[in-house]
């Protein structure tokens, strides 16, 4: 398997599929999640002739179950180590909820500074910052956090079961039809993954102020939320990310959850390969 070694030592796990001089889509998965939740997106842009990249974030999938480094720091010079390793230029960043916050740190941080990325993309994303503060007045209490390490923290297995069988795809919806074999493959990414690297990056997802890497991002930005996101509320996110953003473009979906990259690919692919087109 593919793997690259970080400065600390971590096994970071990454995808390289499709011709060598194509333009590179690299995609940073979700929280608790692998680089398998994007293969929705990776197997339709490799058919559009595209090079496409993923990679599992430290602690997470099949990289390395390290005891440290659980934090947005870490997690995007993780991602300049892969980029470097693969020399990847003129890139295409694609990050959903905790992997849009890890791009947009990877981008202000390291991607733009060395002349690496073209576009980034922000689906579902934790940016600006999640957690209700002074600055932030709407966001969630920290209280609801704290909440999850403990629902963790008691069954980690019931806790990825109830949240991929509910509000992660909108399934707890009114009509809604569950797809269980969705909710299997959640799981099964979930737990594949440590749990003490997922219990400590909630609060890298949570409490990560990415105001002024947002600001620092001059590339063109699309950015992607769904109105029924009941895991990022979309008040509190998109568009004041965009705000902060210099070349943003905003869409919001009416109706579309958290999930909505796996739930609704066809209408996110189209938008997607419209922005890396234009």
Known sequence: MNYVTTA??????????GPKDAQPLVFHHGWPLSADDWD????????????????????HGRSSQVSGGH?????AADVAAVVEHLDLRNAIHIGHSTGGGEAAHYVARHGQPNGRVAKLVLIGAVTPIMVRTAANPGGLPIEVFDGLRAQLAANR?????????GPFYGFN????????????????????????AQYLGIRAFSETDFTEDLKAITVPTLVLHGDDDQIVPVADAAPLAAKL????????????P???????AGI???????FIQR
């Open 8 to 17: 600390d030592g971590t096994g970071i796990f990454y995808k390289d599929w």
């Open 40 to 59: 929705a997106q990776m197997l339709y842009f490799l058919g559009k002739g595209y090079r496409v990249i993923a990679h599992d974030r430290r602690g």
């Open 71 to 75: 934090d947005m720091d870490h997690y």
């Open 157 to 165: 297995a019931q806790f990825y079961f109830d949240l991929a069988s």
């Open 173 to 196: 919806r009114a009509g809604a039809e569950v797809t269980d074999t969705i909710v299997q493959n959640w799981w099964r990414q979930a737990m594949t993954g440590a749990a003490n």
């Open 245 to 256: 953003l210099k070349n943003p473009t905003l869409k919001i979906y009416p109706g579309l």
């Open 258 to 264: 958290h999930g909505m990259c796996t739930t609704h």
């Open 268 to 274: 996110i692919n189209a938008d997607l390969l419209a």
